[in-house]
């Protein structure tokens, strides 16, 4: 059973940068895509992007110019840096697995972080 | 962006009660319609995928058909348990996109 945790600060002031870590137990990270979602406090879902373990990317076009996801294999986790962050950008963040092959769907997914972004 | 619309967003129902939700796509995606369920503080949980194939684990009262641009999600005999919000996705193409919800309710 695929396991996800997300970690990283749960503040971050306007302007920076927000960095979470989604660490993957019970498979390889080498076997899937995997993606970043978030929701903001009391809306829908919206999808972030997702990356390949070989590093191959797909971002929201919505965020593209100031998001980026990369993977670290030997730690079995991937990243999210978002930059220039605004209050917008407060939600619950979710790391997910995506499948390796069409249909994708999330099956696994964490069990999400709330950041704030406040100064 | 392919659009995801849901049908309706608030329902409510009574424990027993058949329940049909809706999702109609902006432009046809085949089968790459997803299907998931969320309780408060929780994470979103898979219930079926492809449009019509059910999820490990999911019990059979959960059912989901369509193709192209519409697609339904029917409980058959609404359990307390199944009082969530669910959505729809597409994975159709980049950038995936989520219905707006539909919010299940005791009546």
């Known amino acids: 059973q695929v396991q996800l945790q997300e970690s990283g600060p749960g503040l971050v002031k306007p302007s920076e940068t927000l960095s979470l870590t989604c660490s993957v137990s019970?498979?390889?990270?080498?076997?899937?895509?995997w993606s970043w979602i978030r929701q903001p406090p009391g809306k829908g879902l919206e999808w972030i992007g997702y990356i390949h373990y070989t590093g191959s990317t797909n971002y929201n076009p919505s965020l593209k110019s100031r998001v980026s996801i990369s993977v670290d294999t030997s730690k079995n986790q991937f990243s999210l840096k978002l930059n220039s962050v605004t209050a917008a950008d407060t939600a619950v963040y979710y790391c997910?697995?995506?499948?390796?092959?069409?249909?994708?769907?999330?099956?696994?997914w964490g069990q999400g972080t709330l950041v704030t972004v406040s100064s | 962006d392919i659009q995801m619309t849901q049908s309706p967003s608030s329902l409510s129902a009574s424990v027993g009660d058949r329940v049909t939700i809706t999702c109609r796509a902006s432009q046809s995606i085949s089968s790459y319609l997803n299907w998931y369920q969320q309780k408060p503080g929780k994470a979103p949980k898979l219930l079926i995928y492809?449009?019509?194939t059910l999820q490990s684990g999911v019990p059979s009262r959960f059912s989901g058909s369509g193709s192209g641009t519409d697609f339904t999600l029917t409980i058959s005999t609404l359990q307390p348990e199944d009082f969530a919000t669910y959505y729809c996705?597409?994975?159709?193409?980049?950038?995936?996109?989520f219905g707006q919800g539909t919010k299940l309710e005791i009546k």
């Open positions: 492809a449009a019509s």
């Open positions: 997910a697995s995506l499948g390796s092959a069409y249909p994708y769907y999330f099956d696994y």
């Open positions: 019970g498979g390889s990270i080498s076997s899937y895509y």
């Open positions: 996705q597409q994975t159709y193409s980049t950038p995936y996109t």
